[in-house]
């Protein structure tokens, strides 16, 4: 079992930056992969950005490759996600997810462990 809290909600001016935290309890974090998700209201839940185990691989939608970050520190059981010039399409309700299975996957039906989600808001 894992469990997730995500913390770093906040509400910023497009061009902006937020970054937000996803602590993991449980002492296998390191043995999961970790994903963002964001989900808009009105809209489906969408990827954002994963990160294995080791941080050997991250993979980034293309909506956000070279403005967002993902990172982890398996010591701390902590996951990032840094989001620079943020627009104001990137509000959303922000997940982090869990995954046991060692294949990278942008399916959201593919991770096992959600957190309860925390909010960023870009005004134009």
């Known amino acids: 079992q894992v469990q997730l809290v995500e913390s770093g909600a906040g509400l910023v001016q497009a061009g902006g930056a937020l970054r937000l935290s996803c602590a993991a309890s449980?002492?296998?974090?390191?043995?999961?992969?970790m994903a963002w998700f964001r989900q808009a209201p009105g809209k489906e839940r969408e990827f954002v950005a994963l990160?294995?185990?080791?941080?050997?691989?991250?993979n980034y939608a293309d909506s956000v490759k070279g403005r967002f970050t993902i990172s982890r520190d398996n010591a701390k059981n902590m996951v990032y996600l840094q989001m620079n010039s943020l627009k104001p399409e990137d509000t959303a309700l922000y997940y982090c997810?869990?995954?046991?299975?060692?294949?990278?996957?942008?399916?959201?039906?593919?991770?096992?462990?959600w957190g309860q989600g925390t909010q960023v808001t870009v005004s134009s």
């Open positions: 997810a869990a995954r046991a299975g060692a294949v990278p996957t942008s399916s959201s039906s593919q991770y096992d462990y």
């Open positions: 990160i294995s185990r080791s941080s050997a691989l991250t």
């Open positions: 449980g002492r296998t974090f390191s043995m999961y992969m």
